[in-house]
């Protein structure tokens, strides 16, 4: 038998019921059945006096007692077996609801036997609905904890139980020394303080008590963040020595002049770290692949900024790439304003570019006049063509694919150093393990001075008292978003409610200007709207969420969040964040229907709780798992059988340090005592991974 044999061949399953445990739990091989882990077990080790159960108990118990009186008892819908059952501490009843004859006969009376099962309380009393029964002390008493595998009603009726389960595991586990092999090596697992790998199999299926299972599940959980991590540390690696960059060795003119005479502000100390660890990777003639993670209003574009003065000082290009034409425009005018006493040449590039400035975009580009490009994938067409591209910067990575960041990489002989910032914070074990091919900056300080968002949840029948507050702020000079859910689907219809929205706003505030942005406007009239509300001169910006991303009105003081219920948590976390830029005191008001689903429920109270993205990506990640939150093509990558990206995080660390320990001082993989974890790795991940081009 090896790991690869299909369990048809195993006693007890055959062909018929290969198939469906493959169709059902994707279990086709021997080590798909070793890795079948047991979602609780049964403890038949010790037996618990009815005395002293407690009520709340939630694991199955064994009792041992006799039972002295068996009824059946008829009522209007059918009938039921009920039997009262007694140890030396007290008495419990026994009820079955499906029986046989059969089975009413073959209940043993006034005899010692040993009873198995969920207690309830009720009442006064503990029952215990359809108890497994068993007369042999032998049987009853087993020194293990059992394993439950997760199963289903479609393979219990085709009589592939857990008891099936059970058996052919511990069948298999006689075997296993010929199947596994140890893959940590020995130094390894001495400082981690952890057990075999052989042992670690026959402990997860059949721990005699809880501290064995703890130690297997520990065990398992640290191999897979282990293996994971080492893919990702050889790609780093691979990468590192693969793709040469372009030094920056100087820090000069445009940088030193623009930070002593036109910053506006003091940085935060986050935003100084920040920029120190861009430093020190543009020094390095390896290309710097850097994510910038930072709230919403955290400050990036500063750091942006003074990141491509220290390109040109070096005599480099830089561009700066985001997602939509709103967003392109916001950058390039703050840019453009914080440069005004300079004479750097800073241009825009978007979609709707006029041929005239392309013209002389295209010529400023390749004979180097041109310092800095803003826009949005517009620069990736090949027309546009740099005389230097030394940094290319990515705003709001998650709406850009890997395909689209490698295309900005072509755009010079020598790859730019890439920095991509975004907003949506990812849960930091995420970050650490997924991008471990980028390194990670956090800024994780607000600059001084902003007061917390506060976030109210208000239903329709509150909506006259959320308008009259909207009123007074207006009144005090603020500036309010009305944001409308509009979500592909069922685009129509949300449509209509944009359009009804809007009527609603304009009745009610008749006084004042409104003014509306959504995706179905051409450019030219979306800009337009924008402006008049940046500019102050409309009161009330009626929107969808094309306004989700980056844009700035550091005057408007509340969001209006209708049918918020809707919204996704990252979402609802960067729409609050258009408010709060100002030193005013903002507002977030989360307008809802009256019915919550449980998730809609968790992720309204979350956003009144904290305005922490971190803590929102975490709540995030537990609603929506990993998977999604990365995208659904990458969600394989953190298909981990044992391993929680959410509590595991220790693990998981420890196994990042632990990698990073191993290639500082056999990047190869060649010492003798590395060998298993090698052979293990290729075999395991080779093909995965396409980057582990190491034996
Ligand atoms: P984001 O990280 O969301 O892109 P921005 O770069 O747009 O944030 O910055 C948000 C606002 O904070 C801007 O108005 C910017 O001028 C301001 N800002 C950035 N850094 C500081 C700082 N160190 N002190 C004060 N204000 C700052
Ligand atoms: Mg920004």
Excluded at 64 to 80: A, F, H, L, P
Excluded at 552 to 568: C, H, K, L, Y
């Amino acid at each position: 038998m090896a790991l690869e044999t299909s369990i048809e061949f195993l006693k007890g399953i055959g062909t018929e019921r290969a198939k469906l445990i493959r169709n059902v739990l994707g279990i086709s091989t021997v080590e798909d059945l070793l890795t079948f882990y047991p979602i609780r077990y049964i403890d038949k080790s010790k037996i618990h006096k009815i005395g002293n159960i407690a009520k709340d108990t939630e694991t199955d118990i064994q009792l041992k007692g006799k039972i002295t009186d068996i009824q059946e008892v008829v009522y209007e819908k059918g009938k039921r077996l009920s039997a009262k059952f007694r140890d030396e501490t007290g008495t419990m009843d026994l009820v079955w609801f499906r029986y046989t004859n059969w089975m009413k006969e073959a209940i043993p009376l006034n005899q010692e036997i040993f009873i198995f099962g969920k207690v309830n309380f009720f009442n006064g009393n503990f029952s215990m609905p359809h108890p497994e029964i068993e007369v042999d002390e032998k049987k009853a008493l087993q020194g293990t904890l059992l394993p439950v595998y997760p199963g289903s009603e479609k393979l219990t009726k085709r009589g592939i139980t857990n008891k099936l389960f059970q058996t052919v595991i511990f069948n298999l586990l006689k075997d296993l020394p010929n199947l596994i092999q140890e893959n940590l090596p020995d130094y390894l697992m001495k400082s981690m303080k952890l057990i075999g790998r052989l042992n670690s199999f026959y402990f997860i299926h059949f721990p005699k008590d809880l501290k064995q299972f703890d130690e297997a599940n520990r065990r398992l959980k640290f191999e897979e963040a282990f293996f994971f991590q080492l893919g990702y540390g050889l790609k780093k690696l691979h990468q590192k020595t693969k793709s040469f960059g372009n030094p920056f060795p100087i820090v000069g003119e445009y940088f030193t002049n623009f930070y002593e005479n036109n910053l506006p502000f003091e940085l935060t100390n986050a935003q100084k770290r920040v920029l120190k660890e861009i430093r020190i990777d543009m020094k390095r003639s390896t290309q710097m692949n850097r994510l910038l993670q930072g709230d919403v209003g955290s400050g990036k574009t500063m750091v942006a900024l003074l990141t491509m003065l220290i390109a040109m000082d070096n005599g480099f290009q830089s561009c700066l790439m985001a997602p939509t034409e709103i967003l392109a425009q916001q950058h390039f005018n703050s840019i453009k304003e914080l440069l005004q006493n300079t004479n750097i040449n800073v241009r825009l590039l978007t979609g709707s570019s006029k041929t005239a400035e392309r013209k002389i975009i295209h010529e400023e580009l390749e004979n180097g006049q041109l310092s800095i490009l803003i826009g949005t994938h517009a620069l990736l067409e090949d027309k546009v063509k740099f005389q230097n591209l030394g940094l290319a910067i990515i705003d709001e990575q998650h709406r850009f694919g890997v395909a689209q960041r490698a295309k900005l990489w072509a755009k010079n002989n020598i790859p730019p150093h890439i920095l991509v910032m975004t907003a949506t914070p990812i849960p930091r074990t995420l970050a650490m393990s997924f991008y471990s091919d980028l390194d990670v900056s956090v800024i994780d300080e607000m600059p001084v001075g902003r007061k917390p968002i506060i976030t109210a949840h208000r239903r329709e029948k509150d909506r006259l008292s959320v308008y009259n507050f909207c009123r007074e702020e207006i009144e005090k000079g603020r500036q309010i978003y009305f944001v409308y859910p509009l979500i592909e689907e069922s685009e129509t219809l949300d449509y209509k409610n944009l359009m009804e929205g809007l009527e609603s706003v304009m009745n009610f505030f008749k006084s004042y200007n409104v003014t509306m942005v959504h995706g179905r406007m051409k450019p030219a009239e979306k800009d337009a709207n924008m402006q008049y509300f940046a500019s102050g001169q409309a009161q009330i910006m009626v929107a969808t969420t094309v306004i989700e991303v980056g844009v700035n009105v550091p005057n408007a003081s509340v969001m209006v969040i209708e049918s918020s219920e809707r919204f996704g948590l990252s979402q609802l976390h960067q729409l609050r964040g258009r408010v709060g830029r100002g030193a005013e005191q903002s507002y977030c008001i989360l307008m809802t229907g009256d019915k919550l689903s449980k998730e809609s429920r968790t992720r309204i109270k979350t956003m009144v709780a904290t305005t922490d993205g971190f803590k929102i990506s975490e709540v995030d990640m537990e609603l929506r798992g990993p998977g999604d939150i990365l995208g659904t093509q990458q969600s394989g990558v953190v298909d981990f059988k044992k391993l929680s990206l959410i509590e595991d995080s220790a693990i998981i660390k420890a196994s990042k340090l632990a990698v990073e320990k191993i290639l500082e001082q056999d990047a190869l993989l060649t010492r003798p005592d590395n060998q298993m974890m090698k052979q293990y790795y290729i075999k395991q991940y080779k093909g995965k991974n396409k980057w582990s081009q190491i034996s």
